[in-house]
């Protein structure tokens, strides 16, 4: 068009001062733009869209799964069994392009491509498996869709996404939900996260109303999972009763009729998968002792809208908050008299991420958000064995199991049919392609990009991540959100340095570390102590080092950090505690 302002919008006012030529002559002008814009879309409505997005055309969804910002060929974690587990969902996202690039996919073509990539792909899929996949296109297509849109409908204006079930429920204390452990009826809307809704919600359990197999069950389920602070020898207690273990482990008050807050997590039916194996995850976590390091996930519900409900043990927060980030954020480790704290947490941090590679988790999204910190009511400083804050790990949505070889990680099966199939291929890009964490600080994810390197202990990729984490808390900034202006202002206050205009990309705290040496030991003196401190900055060097090889074991760190104090020192006493919850865990 000539005239490259004739659609600013004009006011009323604007309009009537034209004159009737040039109100003609724009509305011309706009109607057969008008006409044109509507008939390239009934054009693009009729191109064949392989993918059948609604939304995007087959190229878009394509440039969207094949970017390596967020997802990662399969190849890349050169782990041999996974290649003969499912397909590589870049590499037949790049032969869609090249095939577009060529044709608009009208004659077949593009499907053609598709099938041979998926026959001729480097992955060595297994013979049966692909052979199924190649008589199932449609879910391969759908599974390439769902990916890629998951991304682009971000864009989306809010009245073209369809509802996915994440508003807030209007009369949510009308609901109630039964579960394996009782009922539960939702109390209190907390926030709204990616996943879907939280609210808290009371668990009730009468006894006239179920029958004594079924008490002895949800009492030894609750036992087992801590509903409330319940640790060898300690009482805790609900409303109306009191639960309480002896030393061999053993209940020792009967349950009688009470009611307990727990947490409602009401997930979105696009999350619903995700969550499901979040929910088998967490559950394989809380086994042998694991509750005392990870948030217990206590039962899943499904109401009757086959809406899925996520049910968790709630956590009392303290004065400085519930998760490990707000506690970072106010000071609290700088804080006089704080330093045994602080040692506390960092033990227990890393014998909880030791727990979870000895049950094969790698959780992968490693920061303090995802640590939360309960207040202990019934501590006493005259209590080695006691915390009065109790630092747990949680949400374990990004994690993925590895165990058994990868046997255990989600992926395509043979003799699955649309649309189970497309789940499967959906979380199987989910667990082994797409890139974990997303984080706008790229060096916050360890530099090998792969959470299962060969010969490599399987906390490796973890425990990087925890040293940024430890280094949160030596100087009270939260490093994994280094993007926001004021933390990056912070850093480079606190640090004595400029970063770069594209520090985001080329900043590494490892490198820091090694250049600013005397800061980070003061820092961690200063935090943790000073025989602590600078044994843990020391470790806090390794877990940073860009090759995963080099790196320690969370089991490595812990037992030197409690040696290095001697053996009547708190952090020992405590740690020995530890030793011998675990021993009667085995003997049990």
């Known amino acids: 068009m000539s005239n490259p302002n004739v659609f600013n919008i004009l006011s009323l006012e604007e309009a009537d001062e034209m004159s009737s030529t040039d109100r003609h002559t ?73 095939s577009l690039e060529q044709s608009d996919g009208s004659d077949g073509s593009l499907q053609l491509a598709l099938q041979l990539a998926l026959k001729d792909s480097s992955c060595l899929i297994n013979a049966e498996l692909r052979d199924h996949l190649l008589a199932n296109m449609d879910s391969v297509y759908d599974s390439i869709r769902v990916i890629g849109e998951s991304y682009l409908s971000r864009d989306l204006p ?90 061999s482990g053993n209940l020792v008050n009967p349950l009688q009729n009470w009611t307990a807050q727990v947490v409602l997590k009401r ?71 704080h330093k045994e ?27 303090a ?24 790990w949680s949400d374990f949505g990004l994690a993925v199991d590895v165990s058994n070889n990868g046997e255990l990680l989600r992926s395509p099966q043979v003799g699955a049919e649309h649309p189970q199939l497309v789940d499967q291929l959906v979380g199987w890009w989910y667990d082994t392609q797409k890139q974990v964490p997303k984080s706008k600080w790229l060096n ?25 984490m430890f280094c949160s808390m030596a100087f009270g900034i939260d490093f994994a959100h280094m993007d926001k202006p004021s933390i990056k202002e912070e850093v480079q206050k606190k640090l004595s340095l400029q970063l770069p205009d594209d520090y985001l990309t080329s900043f590494e705290l490892g490198n820091a570390l090694s250049k600013n040496r005397k800061k980070f030991n003061r820092a961690f003196t200063s935090t943790f102590g000073d025989s602590f401190g600078e044994e843990l900055l020391k470790w806090v060097e390794n877990m940073l080092n860009s090759d995963p090889s080099k790196r320690p074991t969370p089991d490595e760190v812990s037992k030197s950090l409690v040696n290095c104090d001697g053996e009547e020192s708190k952090i020992m006493q405590f740690f020995k505690f530890f030793q011998c919850v675990d021993s009667a865990k085995k003997n049990n």
């Open 26 to 98: 724009r509305i011309e002008v706009i109607q057969k733009q008008l006409n044109l814009l509507q008939k390239s879309e009934e054009n693009a409505k009729k191109k064949v869209r392989v993918l059948k997005s609604v939304h995007f055309s087959d190229m878009q969804i394509f440039r969207q799964v094949a970017m390596s910002k967020f997802q990662l060929p399969l190849s890349h974690h050169k782990w041999n069994a996974l290649m003969s587990m499912g397909p590589c969902f870049v590499e037949l996202s790049l032969c869609g392009i090249a």
């Open 158 to 247: 809010k009245s073209e996404i369809q509802d996915d079930g994440g508003e807030k429920i209007k009369d949510a204390a009308s609901i109630h939900l039964q579960g394996d452990l009782g009922a539960y009826r939702p109390h209190k809307f907390l926030a709204k996260g990616s996943a879907g809704l939280v609210y808290t919600a009371l668990l009730i359990l009468k006894d006239e109303s179920v029958s004594g197999k079924w008490k002895k069950t949800a009492r030894s389920q609750m036992e087992r999972l801590h509903i409330k602070k319940v640790a060898l020898g300690v009482e805790g207690t609900t409303e109306g009763t009191t639960v309480s273990r002896s030393v």
């Open 267 to 337: 997930i979105k039916p696009t999350q619903k998968d995700s969550a499901e194996n979040e929910y088998r995850i967490a559950r394989k976590l809380a086994q042998d002792g694991g509750a005392r390091f990870c948030v217990a996930y206590m039962d899943r519900v499904e109401d009757e809208s086959k809406n899925l409900w996520l049910v968790l043990r709630r956590i009392l927060p303290s004065d400085y908050g519930i998760d490990l980030k707000e506690y970072i954020l106010l000071g609290f480790f700088q804080m006089e008299n």
């Open 341 to 367: 704290h602080a040692q506390r947490m960092v033990v227990r941090i890393l014998k909880g991420l030791e727990h979870m590679a000895e049950k094969g988790i790698v959780m992968r999204d490693v920061k």
């Open 369 to 392: 958000d995802n640590v939360l910190v309960e207040l202990n009511s019934r501590y006493k400083s005259s209590d080695v064995d006691e915390e009065k804050y109790i630092a747990r």
């Open 444 to 468: 916050r994810i360890p530099p090998e990009r792969s959470y299962q390197v060969s010969g490599v202990p399987i906390s490796a990729y973890d425990i990087y991540m925890t040293g940024i």
